[in-house]
């Protein structure tokens, strides 16, 4: 889906959940806070004047929060939580003075095992220049930045043995406690992939939350392991931006999750839900289908 097409979806959307809040103060009816998680990756020099601005823009228009102030959104009031995947050195020489200055909060989750060293996982995209943080950068961020796991070298999860993830995902942690001397409760999948097993593998490893790339509103139960974000750079459009930052993003993972639904209707081994259906299901087994659907439950839907 375009680009162009994607904001203008955005912009309905954000013009009718409006509406809907409108008339909900109109009738007296309370509403709870919401909140949005934005994640960037790399902030190239030449565009550090446009991360300021919309750093200042996240100040106007919202509540900037750290990821720990989740579990504490203020009624009717909108929030917004800045990370930044892969730890690069580019995020700690351009973005890092700008929060420190402005005094948002924000978290750079790390690969642990590759301090220093060219990102080979995106090579395609990043510039040739661009290194993860060294272990000095890291101990230089401002008290505004905290540090979150993204693994110890950058893998997809759901492709990998079970050893293998569970020593990305716990050691990774481990390492940057260690580092940091200061503990490490936020993990964000690479890649956005994930799966039940995953989650599991996180809750088991003792982190409070974990960050999918499913640009989905921050659910509003207070203790919600699995949280989407929205995916967000330094060159967007202001009103894309804009629009971003206030959850007119957050319809994606409806088409998403519509798509495959669709996909399994069709397909040769589909079954009747209800003839498939296990007796129990495990709370964690529900992680993907949770972030799409307390999108729905941010809007009052």
Not at 2 to 24: D, E, M, P, T
Not at 41 to 62: G, T
Not at 189 to 214: D, I, K, L, M, Q
Not at 222 to 250: N, Q, T
Request: hydrophobic share 40%.
């Amino acid at each position: 889906m375009g680009r162009i097409v994607k904001l203008g979806v955005s912009l309905a959307y954000h013009v009718l959940r409006s509406g809907w809040n409108i008339l909900c103060r109109a009738l007296g009816k309370k509403r709870s806070g919401t909140a949005v998680v934005l994640y960037y990756h790399n902030v190239p020099i030449r565009f550090r004047s446009q991360f300021e601005a919309q750093m200042k823009l996240v100040c106007r228009l919202a509540r900037p929060v750290a990821l720990n102030d989740l579990n504490n959104l203020s009624a009717g009031c909108h929030s917004v939580a800045i990370t930044f995947d892969d730890g690069l050195d580019s995020v700690a020489e351009n973005a890092a003075p700008t929060l420190d200055r402005l005094g948002v909060p924000a978290t750079v989750f790390v690969v642990a095992d590759r301090l220093g060293v060219v990102p080979e996982w995106g090579q395609a995209y990043y510039a040739p220049h661009e290194r993860v943080m060294s272990q000095e950068q890291l101990h230089g961020l401002p008290k505004v930045m905290s540090v979150g796991s993204h693994t110890l070298t950058h893998p997809d999860l759901t492709a990998v043995s079970e050893e293998r993830a569970v020593q990305e995902i716990a050691a990774s942690r481990q390492k940057l406690e260690t580092l940091l001397r200061r503990p490490v409760l936020h993990f964000a999948f690479p890649y956005g992939s994930f799966n039940p097993t995953a989650v599991s593998r996180c809750h088991a490893a003792g982190y409070e939350r974990v960050f999918t790339t499913e640009p989905a509103l921050t659910p509003k139960e207070a203790k919600a392991f699995v949280v989407g974000r929205v995916a967000a750079d330094p060159w967007d459009w202001r009103l894309e931006f804009r629009l971003k930052m206030l959850g007119a993003y957050s319809w994606l993972p409806y088409v998403t999750a519509a798509k495959r639904r669709i996909r399994q209707f069709f397909s040769p081994d589909h079954q009747d839900p209800e003839s498939s259906k296990p007796a129990e299901r495990d709370e964690i087994s529900t992680a993907e289908d949770r972030v799409v659907k307390t999108s729905f439950q941010s809007h009052g839907v």
